[in-house]
């Protein structure tokens, strides 16, 4: 019959009580069993469960992994500038002292697949180079910015913690950034066909060219959002990483398949929607930091009046014109050919290859079908979905400064006071299996703030402090010899 341990549950008090004496045990002798786990641990079963050792094994390789993956985003972080400039520098050396790869190397810097006869610019493998190298600018950029401009401006401005400081040159970097390409995009949509005229987006599809400044502007905004990519799992994490994640995972999703299929039109659309909204936004952070609360609380309103209509009305309006608009001003079929030869439609076959034929050959054949149509569709709603969510969010944050005077506070973010951190006390549990053998189950974390931690007298043999990462929580784990953790853990020692 299998054997069940029941545990008394570990507090910080518990812990700094004396242990040399154990608590006592209801319906078996403390030192019986204390002898009997110190036999199992000198002298294991032979016979130990392949259970028990695979999970150990596990266990050690997943903390090795997490510990290298730490440290290795840490040395991305801490060096992000430099890593930028050396391979900036390296492509710009290149291309100067070498000049037979010069047709290589301008793929980095200029447009590719320009056409003389129409002036304008086709689609194709080689615009990849030009967006790597905008995510290793803007990387760079992004570090030197923030460091050297917003953070003495921070400083400048009577911002004292560092953790508001760097806080403050965040979003000032967004503010800065959008506010640049989200009035470029206005220009672009301002100066087209499609401008007020949603089913001109469908018109003359596909068109297999761009003009250069709209090409331009497409690849840099995919290289802005695949590096936000790389930031949000490189640096600190916040409360809703997961849906950020997956927010800049659909975005840039969306950007490609738009990119291939030839619908710029509505990309260009979707992100001047998008990014009115997170101009609003950094703006009302920027005047928390510098505690002009009333102008922060106004500038929170019309955040949330201008999220709700871009991202809600006219967000939806721009989905249901791909569903109804797309299938009127579009022949359902497959196209080939360039511009000047552009052959089609005809029926499209009866394979899924032809989903991916217009990445694998971007001017060779790409197919509008209902598929795709509602590819596109799919995938714009599951955009609204994380947006509903950050929505409901934001709605709960304005009802408590309505209800209760509070502050305007940002519920996506952590901590912002680098005073609050809290200490993590990890508590080991311990089973036991059915021929008596002693598994240590992973630890369970409990979160307790810092005023109710004690550590007055208390010896630091069993005591180790650690950081999970730059503005992370403290952390305090308890760490002793078996028997001393046996001695503060009440347990029943019950047999059927």
Not at 16 to 24: G, L, S, V
Not at 26 to 41: A, H, L, S, V
């Amino acid at each position: 019959m299998a054997t069940e341990a029941s545990i008394t549950p570990l507090t910080l008090e518990n812990a700094e009580q004396d242990t040399a004496k154990p608590p006592p045990v209801n319906e078996i002798n403390n030192n019986d069993w204390m002898t009997e786990k110190r036999n199992y641990d000198s002298d294991p079963p032979e016979q130990e469960s392949q259970v028990l050792r695979r999970s150990r094994t596990k266990l050690q390789t997943k903390s090795q992994e997490d510990s290298l993956l730490a440290a290795l985003c840490a040395w991305i972080v801490e060096h992000q500038l430099g890593l930028s400039l050396n391979l900036l520098s390296l492509l710009a050396l290149t291309h100067v002292c070498f000049p037979r790869s010069r047709k290589q190397t301008r793929k980095f810097f200029e447009l590719s697949y320009y056409n003389p006869s129409s002036g304008r610019y086709g689609l194709g493998w080689d615009d990849v180079f030009m967006v790597c190298f905008w995510i290793i600018s803007f990387t760079g950029l992004r570090v030197a910015v923030m460091d050297y401009v917003l953070v003495p401006l921070a400083q400048n401005s009577g911002i004292a913690k560092k953790k508001k400081k760097v806080r403050f040159a965040e979003q000032a970097w967004v503010l800065i950034y959008y506010g640049s390409f989200w009035s470029l995009g206005m220009y672009v949509m301002y100066n087209s066909d499609y401008w007020l005229n949603l089913p001109n987006m469908w018109v003359g599809w596909p068109d297999r060219e761009m003009n250069g400044l709209s090409k331009w502007y497409y690849l840099v905004q995919f290289a802005f959002w695949i590096q936000q990519i790389l930031v949000v799992n490189i640096e600190e994490r916040r409360k809703d990483h997961y849906q950020m994640f997956s927010h800049h995972l659909i975005t840039c999703s969306l950007m490609l398949t738009s990119y291939g299929y030839h619908q710029t039109k509505v990309g260009n659309l979707i992100l001047c929607l998008m990014d009115f909204v997170d101009l609003v936004f950094p703006l009302a952070k920027i005047l928390k930091y510098l505690e002009y609360r009333v102008a922060c609380d106004i500038a929170f309103g019309v955040f949330m009046i201008t999220w709700f209509i871009t991202r809600h009305v006219f967000y939806l309006i721009a989905t249901h014109s791909i569903y109804s608009h797309s299938a009127r001003e579009i022949d359902l079929g497959c196209y080939w050919g360039s511009n000047e030869d552009l052959r089609g439609p005809v029926p499209a076959p009866d394979r899924f290859n032809h989903f991916l034929q217009p990445f694998k050959d971007p001017a060779g054949m790409v197919c509008w079908t209902h598929q795709v149509k509602w590819v596109f569709v799919g995938m714009m709603l599951m955009l609204q979905v994380i947006l509903c969510i950050w929505f409901c969010m934001i709605i709960r944050v304005a009802w408590k400064v309505i209800q209760g005077g509070e502050e305007a506070e940002d519920p996506r973010s952590g901590e912002e006071d680098e005073g609050e951190s809290e200490h993590v006390v990890v508590l080991p549990i311990i089973t036991t299996s059915k021929n008596d053998a002693f598994i240590e189950v992973p630890p369970l974390e409990e979160e307790v703030g810092v005023e109710s931690i004690n550590l007055t007298g208390h010896k630091s043999s069993g005591i180790k402090k650690y950081r999970k990462g730059a503005g992370t929580a403290s952390g305090v784990t308890l760490h002793s010899d078996r028997k001393e953790l046996l001695g503060r853990i009440g347990c029943d020692h019950k047999g059927a």
